[in-house]
């Protein structure tokens, strides 16, 4: 009985841990910095073509759109489509956090389940299955990363200014 009941705990804890994030690391995150330095030193700029989503490059950053149309990635256009809810707009969430650092909030646990708790994605109200994909695309102490569930995506752009985050909906897929 014993057993039986250790297995059906490891089984639930097994289960429960991706629903809520993985911790994140270094490899996590993509840092806006480093894929334009990346991308001006490569001597074959179109073999980083799918190397990383470069809309979400484009959304922390579009200044260096013309070397990145040089990739030839093929969605560049997309990021205007999602450039509009960068804006404050009644779809914007906020909270007041301690953290000072943007990757210190996609690093907390607590903070992450906070974050889906507040964004309940637009396409499905079943939170328990909605995870973060990573990586999350990271400038400064903006970023811009992505929720998901069985059927359904959804894009948000979030930035930390003086212990306040705040998140909007850039958009959605639902399958």
Known sequence: MKKYLLFILITLITFHLPIFGQPLNK????????????????????????????VFILLLDSTNIDLIIKTGYPHIDEFRDYAAGLALSKQTIEFVTEKQDIKEIFNDENLLKRILACTKTNNSY?????????PVYIKGNTAVFETSGPTWTDTYYAKLEKGILQINWLGGIIE
């Open 126 to 134: 079943d939170i328990p299955m909605t995870k973060f994909d990573y």
């Open 27 to 54: 490899s996590n995150f993509v840092i806006y910095e480093e894929v334009i330095n990346e991308l001006k030193s490569a001597k074959n700029i179109s073999q980083l073509e799918n190397k990383y989503d470069y």
